[in-house]
């Protein structure tokens, strides 16, 4: 956590300084792009300079394709560009553990190699997160410098200036209540020093009373002030909900109600409890800021899959718990093009589905569902024309494709290569149409492929020889 806070610290220290040297551009996208730009390069920094490559918490995504690994067995494939929430970094054992939440709604942590993973830049919103964490936290200091940041970004500008100067107001009123709050304090201290000295009794009590009774006005006096200002700042959180940033709104109103306990020791001096009645229902927050972080998760992991019906689910659950999430909106609007990109699969494939256009249909039909594996009309479609998708996938062997290929290799070489591809082949997908890739691409594909599907040098042989075959075969029919 150290590390990661190192990270923050510098991407707030020199995002601020950039910005106090440069006048202000009128142009606000030329204010967001600049912003972007020195966020990125803090965080180039901190990771050139040798500091640790994750830390608990950070988002990475994939460099590459890779498998997830749990408890040593090989558990989901991942595609490169997904992204994952560190949960353990082992420095030196090249491994990662990575969150990873599965259908029930458990969460385990799965690895991945070190060199297989980058972190992913912080944007405006998650420094404006960590801004309110740090405040719920007491770390004024840090939520300073990194709100100075984020307000530097036209999108965020008036929130994280409003949020700033709320703070500042909270801070303020705090300070001089804290100071004597120590010093009434001290004096309780004091009085009961002399009660232990004089034995206790009515007549201590009668004696010591004028001096209780200052303090205890001296406490009314300063406490009073310090809730009327902070009772003025209780709207916030409330407008923050209404404005759809249920994560932005609790962690300002626990920030608010920790200054109140560190001002009233809940309840020390009198056993009351302390009188904060915060605006907002805590319990409902949290449950929607639960929703939507564990919504936001599943729906990178379906979109990993390439299960953007899925993905779209988990979107409006995560929307409907903190409607103004922008990682969330991101995601919806990706969500969205990929599931107007398989609906125009689909009507292009539906369209083609017999004569002398099927090929194209096929093509149509494969491609909708790399983009949505889980879209429905396209699932229908593949059953429709599952006879056709097999001959243009894996075509089975005959003595008509061994002519066609003008191929030397004999036919049990081939039976045995087909019977390999499309059973281990499907384990963690559906067969490609031979047309999608050339020779050497399929050669290359199989190569890569060979380690998760626990191919043996001689079984890859086979499997390449059957898809050359089969491709030239095949060719113009």
């Known amino acids: 956590m ?35 730009l020195f966020m990125t390069l803090s965080w180039l920094v901190s ?7 994750f830390a608990p ?43 990873f939440i599965q259908n029930d709604a458990s969460v385990i942590a799965v690895t991945l190699p070190e060199d297989s993973l980058e972190l992913v830049p912080p944007d405006s919103w998650t420094l404006l997160q960590k801004s309110v964490d740090a405040f719920r936290e007491q770390r004024i200091d840090e939520a300073r410098k990194l709100l100075s940041v984020v307000g530097k970004d036209g999108d965020y500008k008036a929130l994280a200036g409003s ?5 500042e107001t909270a801070v303020t009123a705090a300070r001089p209540a804290l100071a004597a709050v120590g010093e009434v304090r001290s004096a309780q201290v004091s009085i009961e020093q002399k009660r232990r000295a004089l034995g206790g009794g ?26 009327d200002s902070l009772s003025k700042l209780r709207e916030t959180p409330v407008e923050l909900e209404r404005l ?52 936001l998760v599943r729906c990178r992991q379906a979109m990993g899959v390439k299960r953007m019906m899925e993905a779209s689910s988990y979107v409006k659950e995560g929307l409907d718990s903190e409607p103004g999430h922008p990682g969330l909106k991101a995601l919806k609007a990706k969500v969205d093009e990929s599931l107007k990109d398989a609906e125009d699969r689909y009507v292009a494939a539906s369209s083609n589905r017999s004569g002398k256009n099927l090929q194209h249909g096929l093509m149509a039909l494969e491609r909708g569902l790399k983009i949505c594996a889980d879209y429905p009309k396209l699932l229908a479609l593949r059953k429709e024309m599952s006879s ?28 045995s290569g087909r019977k390999l591809y499309v059973t281990r082949c499907v384990e963690c997908h559906d067969l ?10 399929w050669k290359s594909i199989v190569q890569t492929m060979s380690r998760k599907a626990h191919l043996k040098g001689n079984e890859q042989e086979l499997i390449v020889e059957y898809l050359a075959v089969a491709k030239e075969g095949t060719k113009g029919q």
């Not at 040593?72 to 491994?95: H, I, M, S, W």
């Not at 949020?163 to 703070?167: A, E, F, N």
């Not at 109600?257 to 605006?279: D, H, L, Q, Y």
Request: aromatic share 10%; net charge positive; glycine share 10%.
């Open 202 to 227: 009515p007549e201590a009590e009668a004696q010591l009373k004028p001096l209780v009774d200052l303090q205890a006005l001296r406490m009314s006096s300063v406490q009073k002030p310090f809730i």
């Open 244 to 295: 759809g940033f249920s994560s932005l709104a609790l962690g300002f109103d626990d920030g608010l109600e920790r200054f109140a306990i560190a001002v009233f020791g809940n309840g020390a001096g009198g056993g009351e409890s302390v009188p904060w009645g915060t605006k907002v229902d805590r319990g409902a927050l949290q449950a929607k800021v639960n929703r939507a972080a564990f919504s």
């Open 388 to 415: 056709a998708l097999e001959l243009g996938a894996s075509p089975p062997v005959t003595p008509e494709l061994i002519a066609a290929a003008k191929t030397s290799t004999s036919r049990e070489q081939l039976e």
């Open 47 to 53: 990771a050139s300079a040798g500091w640790a490559a």
């Open 163 to 167: 949020l700033l100067s709320r703070m």
């Open 432 to 441: 490609e149409m031979l047309d999608s890739r050339s020779s050497a691409g």
């Open 57 to 99: 918490g950070d988002l990475v995504k994939l460099k590459r394709n890779e498998t997830l690994v749990f408890k040593g067995e090989d558990f989901l494939p991942a595609p490169k560009g997904q992204e994952f929430t560190v949960f353990k970094y082992e420095r030196g054992k090249n491994q990662v553990f990575v969150a």
């Open 2 to 36: 150290a590390f990661a806070l190192m990270r923050e610290v510098l991407t707030a220290l020199v995002g601020g300084c950039f910005f106090k040297m440069i006048h202000s551009p009128k142009s606000a996208f030329f204010q967001r792009s600049l912003c972007v």
